[in-house]
């Protein structure tokens, strides 16, 4: 049983950084792609970046692209998302999951796995 925990989340201000962490248990995490979702009251859940097992290809949505770096460490099993510059519209439960095979990387029916969320807030 693969379980994932997600933490790191919190309020900050605009402008601000925070970084979450994904701790990855029960099976071999090298054998996964990761990837950062996140989900706003009332909105669907949507694609924020992903990494491939080896750490060499990323992908980021527009919205982020600049300012949020996600990374892994295969020695831990956990997976990061370093979120700079921070805006109000970046408010959501953000979730990390893990994914086996090579159906598209932002679709949220593509991941085998998902964390619990975590609740990043960032006020005006």
């Known amino acids: 049983q693969v379980q994932l925990v997600a933490s790191g989340g919190g309020l900050v201000q605009a402008g601000g950084s925070l970084r979450l962490s994904c701790t990855v248990s029960?099976?071999?995490?090298?054998?996964?792609?990761m990837g950062w979702f996140r989900q706003a009251p009332g909105k669907e859940r949507e694609f924020v970046a992903g990494?491939?097992?080896?750490?060499?290809?990323?992908y980021y949505s527009d919205s982020v692209k600049g300012r949020f770096t996600i990374s892994r460490d295969n020695a831990k099993n956990t997976a990061a998302l370093q979120m700079n510059s921070l805006k109000p519209e970046d408010t959501a439960v953000y979730y990390c999951?893990?994914?086996?095979?090579?159906?598209?990387?932002?679709?949220?029916?593509?991941?085998?796995?998902w964390g619990q969320g975590t609740q990043v807030t960032v006020s005006a």
């Open positions: 999951a893990a994914r086996t095979g090579i159906d598209r990387y932002d679709s949220t029916g593509s991941y085998n796995y």
């Open positions: 029960g099976r071999t995490f090298i054998n996964y792609f």
């Open positions: 990494l491939t097992w080896d750490g060499r290809i990323t």
